[in-house]
Structures are given as structure tokens and as C-alpha cells.
């Protein structure tokens, strides 16, 4: 079972994100070999999966347009009681099928996105159509052999499925 996270470690972790789609161009070149800098004052974030909107508050402190989709309905409702700003737009959405324009995006951020999809090649086709050509990607990977994690994986799975089995669940 995944720990939540501490309000402290889910702000450092958002002020992190943020900051590394705002330095991701600094002498860098995008994947198809296209240099450019960081994204403008006007730039439009997409962020998939987004949850209760951790993220917003530092991306639209930068002046950019943010639009949060999350698959969970209940997600973004509670994205949409904490933020009511005119740049900030949440919604119910699938990343296999964006409901948006191609290229319409100068960032997209996938933080606690990729471990939880099936289909993931699938899912950065999609990422790839809606991302303009000069666009950064912040993509999270799981580290699965950090302490939190192998202590989730070698000790509370098998005594939590040991419980269930105790208790007839």
C-alpha cells in the first residue's frame, strides 16, 4: 500500500516539479533535437493526474495556464474547491484519450502517473500528439528499491494478505 504523503513532502515536492519544468530548457535541447528555453510567462501546463492539485499554486504563481485532468472524479472536485483562479482548469480525463487540441501544450507533468497505467507506451503517444514541438516533459518513475518501498512490498503486503486470510477476506 502506497504511504501518504506529508503536507511538508507533498509542497517540496510540488515547489520541485514546478521549478523543473521552469529550468527544463536552460541549455537543453527537446527530444527531436530543437533547442529552446524554459516555457514562457504564458505557457500552457497540462498535468496528468493530477490529484488534489498539488501542483497548481506553484505553476500559476509563474503566470502559466494550468489544466489539471485526473481519472478520478472525486480528485477533481477536490482540485476544484481548493482553486478557483481563472488559470487554473480541472477536469475528469483518460491519458490514453487527452480531450484536447494537438499541440496545444508547452508542458506536461506525470508525477505518480506511470506505475499505475497499463498500457504506457499508449499513454506517451497521447502525451507526444498534445505537446508542441519545442514542449518539455516531467515524467516521475517510482524508485522500487527505496526503503519505504520494500518495507510497503516485503513486510506490510504479506502481513496485510496474512490478516485477510485470518479473517476470512
Same mark, same amino acid.
Given at each position: 500500500a502506497k504511504q501518504p504523503r506529508t503536507n511538508s513532502q507533498?509542497?517540496?515536492?510540488?515547489?520541485?516539479?514546478?521549478?523543473?519544468?521552469?529550468d527544463s530548457g536552460e541549455a537543453a535541447a527537446d527530444g527531436c533535437g530543437a533547442a529552446s528555453g524554459p516555457p514562457t510567462a504564458t505557457a500552457k501546463v497540462l498535468d496528468i493526474g493530477c490529484?488534489?492539485?498539488?501542483?497548481?499554486?506553484?505553476? !500559476?504563481?509563474?503566470?502559466?495556464?494550468?489544466?489539471?485532468?485526473?481519472?478520478?472524479?472525486?480528485? !477533481?472536485?477536490?482540485?476544484?474547491?481548493?482553486?478557483?483562479?481563472?488559470?487554473?482548469?480541472?477536469?475528469?480525463?483518460n491519458v490514453n484519450k487527452l480531450n484536447t487540441l494537438d499541440n496545444n501544450?508547452?508542458?506536461? !507533468?506525470?508525477?505518480?502517473?506511470?506505475?499505475?497505467?497499463?498500457?504506457?507506451?499508449?499513454? !506517451?503517444?497521447?502525451?507526444k500528439r498534445v505537446l508542441k514541438f519545442s514542449g518539455r516533459v516531467l515524467i516521475s518513475l517510482p524508485n522500487?528499491?527505496?526503503?519505504?518501498?520494500?518495507?510497503?512490498?516485503w513486510i506490510l503486503a504479506p502481513i496485510s494478505r496474512n490478516i485477510k486470510k485470518l479473517l476470512g477476506k
Open positions: 507533498t509542497a517540496r515536492n510540488s515547489r520541485v516539479g514546478a521549478q523543473a519544468v521552469a490529484g488534489p492539485a498539488v501542483m497548481t499554486k506553484e505553476i !500559476i504563481d509563474l503566470g502559466w495556464t494550468y489544466d489539471g485532468i485526473d481519472i478520478s472524479d472525486s480528485m !477533481i472536485r477536490e482540485a476544484q474547491k481548493q482553486f478557483v483562479n481563472p488559470k487554473a482548469h480541472f477536469s475528469v480525463g501544450y508547452d508542458a506536461i !507533468i506525470a508525477m505518480g502517473l506511470v506505475e499505475y497505467l497499463e498500457d504506457d507506451e499508449r499513454a !506517451i503517444l497521447e502525451m522500487w528499491w527505496s526503503p519505504a518501498r520494500m518495507w510497503d512490498r
